[in-house]
């Protein structure tokens, strides 16, 4: 079963959510349950008809401004559904592919245990994951016993293409047995024309969520307010059957506001709401409660000690409970009651107020909610706060403690996110820990350029400070020159031993040192002492959970017993480097890609042609990301897919990645004795006949292509994914036929599924 937590503030051993991001993320149980009806709700009887109707249809979006009552409408309709129903109400946060999925599985998993191995992903930075999205969870959803209907609540908060490409994907893919059900305020991330051709979707609007005079009426006597049929019909005409605003015309009414102000129409202009929430309804609340909402409207989720940090008060939890029994639109999002949000549309009214009547404490509460998050352990949280404070040494201090564990839990845009906040406020230079972070993740992500433009700034800071985990700024600054290797391999060992020595006792960092001295060695032809060093960095590793570096220090142990002629030993070390990655969910973490090339290489020559594939295969996917921002790593990784391409009489493909080995040599030289082993592998090729040209053929950016090739995304859509014109698209598209051996897109989806170029 997929853990998740049962509030914010519930500490990171109540979760197994590490399955997927490690302890540095939480899921929310609030996410996973759809929102309570509210005593005096009205159901919307001739809507909600329509979606129990149309039970077969498979895909059915709900699209209104706030307020409308889309979220309401949908608990009704869970309550009467004979569907099974997984929820996910999605926040800003969830701009991650891994994110999104991880919430989707763990909504899945809620209404049946599923095997979350089979959704889990860590797809290389940069590349789509829409396909296989859509794949996993409809092959999910179709092996489920009952017929089960996922529901996205508020999907007009994603804004990331990968993400809203996904949910368009799965949408598409749907089994028979199962139902998408997506609610937005705007367009819904949904490919409608081609629903609509097939007659697979319903579309509710304004129209359909709009309030007759019936309705109204037994709104108000919920709330216990008595109108004449003129009344509610005026009333009805003056919002327009808005629900909301007939919602929050009953609140005014019975706090007395005259019967002939009561009622706002929605006319999408905040000024004139904001005025009406302030002259017809906070106006009747107590002073000390209004300052109350206004002042708690920063926070996105609330607790009693944290509105009470917040504001300096106490006893807020009490008026918390007391705020949602007197229905004004605050909701609680766990069973316990301890944590609670506002109504979206309402929250937005009350910070609009705030910024009139006291907009200059605005930083000041977010300071104290950074405050407070990070001193209760929530520290992503912090993160968001202090930087609407401009909070920017909480921030870096935050940031350099989250990064690295988010970035290896597969949460790439998360921690991109990050890092632009720096750059779009012109901080790096500032930071240099974060420079440094910064030079790493997008060498990792595969952009050198950014990578030598946050590398550069690094460089350039005083090495006198003292990081926050101990080590000394000298120690990281090295760390950084021994990853980018750029004047060679001999100051890359000298880097490397710097780095360590200046670490702080229990630095994960510290089995990355090891690891890239003992490469440095290994590199200048002197394998002995590469050997017990690299011994020593899977030691290290192990010890302080430094997972990629012991995968990466074990494939270097097999290159090691390659040299030798120990095929067993290296057969065996491969394996234990598979092992590594695949406990640590890194099977698809970029400098993972040598753990695959070696077990390629292990397995082609003990004559197990079909897991060599199958490591190429998933070597391939990732193969966008060996680029010259780590140079060694990258040709070491090349030449050895070269090789065990070549053992599977392959040369087409081993040519291929030979070619890209040698594209990076022309930036990066001095790689020790990589230019002469690549060169060697070049004229041995040379010697062979071309042979048929296959998959193992696709160039880098052709492999980046592919997987969008399996999506409904047009070729000009495809590149404005991939930021290339259409026509690019289209000739690498025509290359990739060619190559794959077929002669029409959906062809090549069929092969690449069959040899595992997507997974």
Known sequence: ???????????????????????????????????????????????????????????????????????????????????????????????????????????????????????????????????????????????????????????????????????????????????????????????????RA????????????SMGEPEARELLMGAGIELADTEVAELVGHTEGWPVGLYLASLALKAGSPRSAAGFAFSGDDRLMADYLRTELLSRVPRGRVSF???????????????????????????????????????????????YRYHKLFQQLLRAELAQREGEVVTELHLRAARWCEANGLPEMAITHAQAAGDADRVARLVTACAQPAYAGGRHETVDRWFQWFDDHGLIERYPS??????????????????????????????????????????????????????????????????????????????????????????????????????????????????????????????????????????????????????????????????????ARTAAHAGDVSRARESLGHAARLRPQLTYAVPFLSVQTLLELGRAYLALADAAGARVVVREAAAILQLRPDLGRLPREVAELRSTLDTLQVGSIGASSLTAAELRLVPLLSTHLSFREIGERLHVSRHTVKTQAISVYRKLGVSSRSEAIDRVVEIGLLA
């Open 1 to 195: 079963m997929v853990g998740v937590v049962e509030s914010p503030g519930a500490p990171a051993t109540q979760s197994d959510a590490a399955r997927w991001f490690g302890p540095s993320f939480l899921l929310e149980e609030s996410k996973l349950r759809p929102p309570s009806s509210r005593p005096g709700t009205v159901r919307r009887t001739a809507v909600l008809d329509r979606l129990l109707a149309a039970f077969d249809l498979p895909v059915i979006s709900i699209a209104a401004p706030p307020g409308y009552g889309k979220s309401a409408l949908l608990s009704q309709w869970i309550e009467e559904t004979p569907r099974l129903v997984a929820w996910v109400s999605l926040e800003a946060e969830d701009n991650d592919p891994a994110v999104l999925l991880a919430y989707i599985a763990a909504a899945l998993d809620r209404v049946q245990p599923i095997d979350v191995d089979v959704l889990r992903t860590r797809a290389p930075p940069g590349t789509s994951v829409a396909a296989t999205v859509a794949r996993r969870i409809a092959a999910t959803m179709s092996g489920m016993v009952d017929p089960v209907a996922l529901v996205l609540d508020h999907t007009e908060l994603l804004h990331n293409h990968q993400c809203r490409d996904a949910i368009a994907e799965l949408s598409v893919h749907l089994p028979s047995c199962g139902q998408l059900v997506v609610a937005s305020r705007g367009t819904p991330p949904l490919p409608l024309a081609r629903l």
């Open 434 to 599: 974060v420079a440094v972070l910064g030079a790493v993740v997008r060498a990792l992500m595969g952009q050198p350029a950014a990578a030598e433009r946050w590398a550069a700034v690094a460089e350039g800071a005083s090495v006198e400070a003292t990081l926050p985990d101990g080590s000394t700024m000298a120690s990281w600054q090295a760390q950084l020159r021994a990853f980018l290797c750029r004047k060679g391999v001999a100051q890359m060992r000298r880097d490397a031993q710097i780095a360590g020595e200046g670490q702080a006792p229990g630095s994960p960092w510290r089995a990355s040192a090891l690891a890239m001295e003992g490469i440095s060695w290994l590199l200048e032809g002197e394998p002995e002492r590469a050997d017990p060093i690299l011994a020593r960095a899977v030691e290290v590793g192990r010890d302080r959970g430094a997972a990629a570096a012991v995968a990466a220090a074990l494939a270097e142990r097999a290159v090691v017993a390659i040299g030798r002629g120990d095929w067993g030993d290296a057969e065996s070390l491969a394996g234990e480097a598979r092992a590594v990655l695949r406990a640590g969910q890194l099977d698809d973490y970029g400098p993972g890609v040598i753990v695959h090339a070696l077990v």
């Open 198 to 209: 097939r007659g697979a979707i319903m579309e509710i609007g304004v129209d359909e969520l």
């Open 293 to 339: 909402l206004t002042r708690t409207s920063v926070l996105e989720r609330m607790c009693g000690p944290l509105c009470d940090a917040v504001v300096n008060g106490t006893r807020s939890g009490r008026l918390l409970e007391a705020l949602e029994g007197s229905n004004l639109l605050v909701v609680p999002i766990d069973r316990r009651r301890e944590w």
